[in-house]
């Protein structure tokens, strides 16, 4: 089992690896690791919001790729297709810019699609 270091860094790393695997730990401390440079950068919005709105908008930009990147790679170790990346992945993050405007029913779908998404993530690896 990967220590967090290794997690990320390898998030970092596989920048462009669309054919190896991802395993569950691999994902989830790249989710942590993502998860509290999130919490960090909110925390300079809070102080300096045009600031803080730029730096996420460069960070979001940065990480468009590994996130694509690392969920194909998971989603091959889980056994599924790939392609599943744009309904699970792509389509609900494009939505939650949008979600407040959507109608209620394209609201539930967004949140079920990220739902999925999660329980696709910590499925077990699958054996060949």
Do not use: C, H
């Amino acid at each position: 089992m990967l220590r967090f270091i290794e997690g990320f860094s390898m998030y970092w790393t596989r920048y462009f690896d669309f054919k190896g695997r991802s395993t569950r730990s691999e994902f989830w401390w790249s989710f942590f690791g993502l998860t509290l440079i999130t919490g960090i950068i909110a925390g300079i919005e809070k102080i300096d919001s045009r600031l803080g709105l730029t730096i996420y908008l460069i960070f979001s930009i940065v990480t468009v790729v590994p996130n694509i990147s690392q969920y194909v790679r998971r989603f091959r170790d889980i056994g599924v297709n790939p392609y599943w990346v744009i309904i699970t992945f792509i389509i609900p993050s494009l939505l939650v810019y949008t979600v407040k405007k959507l109608p209620w029913y394209l609201q539930v779908l967004d949140i079920l699609l990220i739902l999925s998404d999660i329980v696709l993530s910590i499925l077990p690896s699958k054996e060949d």
